[in-house]
Nanobody
Framework: QVQLVESGGRLVQTGGSLRVSCAAS????????MAWFRQTPGKEREFVAA????????YYSDSVNGRFTISRDNAKNSVYLQMNSLKPEDTAVYYC????????????????????WGQGTQVTVSS
């Protein structure tokens, strides 16, 4: 059974930093793209960042570009999101998503490019 388990979310002050992690089990994603999305109540889940299987290509939403960094460790079947200069509008549940087939999706910012996702981890940024 494939599982993606996010962790590391917590309350942090504006301007602070936080790293959230996602550990996959049940299969390896070392040949597949992975991504982070986030969601707030009443809104659709939105794209945050994506990374190719090798880590050589990364993609970011305009709202986090320059502040967040996505990375991965294929030996640990894990992906990470380092978040710096956090703002109250970054408050959301952060979800890890993974693609089932190898390669980079044509549309890495779209949810339909991914086939697995976790339960999420809550990040709250206080003003």
């Amino acid at each position: 059974q494939v599982q993606l388990v996010e962790s590391g979310g917590r309350l942090v002050q504006t301007g602070g930093s936080l790293r959230v992690s996602c550990a996959a089990s049940g299969r390896t994603f070392s040949s597949s793209a992975m991504a982070w999305f986030r969601q707030t109540p009443g809104k659709e889940r939105e794209f945050v960042a994506a990374i190719s299987w090798s880590g050589g290509s990364t993609y970011y939403s305009d709202s986090v570009n320059g502040r967040f960094t996505i990375s991965r460790d294929n030996a640990k079947n894990s992906v990470y999101l380092q978040m710096n200069s956090l703002k109250p509008e970054d408050t959301a549940v952060y979800y890890c998503e993974a693609r089932s087939i190898p390669g980079i999706p044509a549309l890495p910012a779209r949810r339909f490019s991914y086939d697995y996702w976790g339960q999420g981890t809550q990040v709250t940024v206080s003003s």
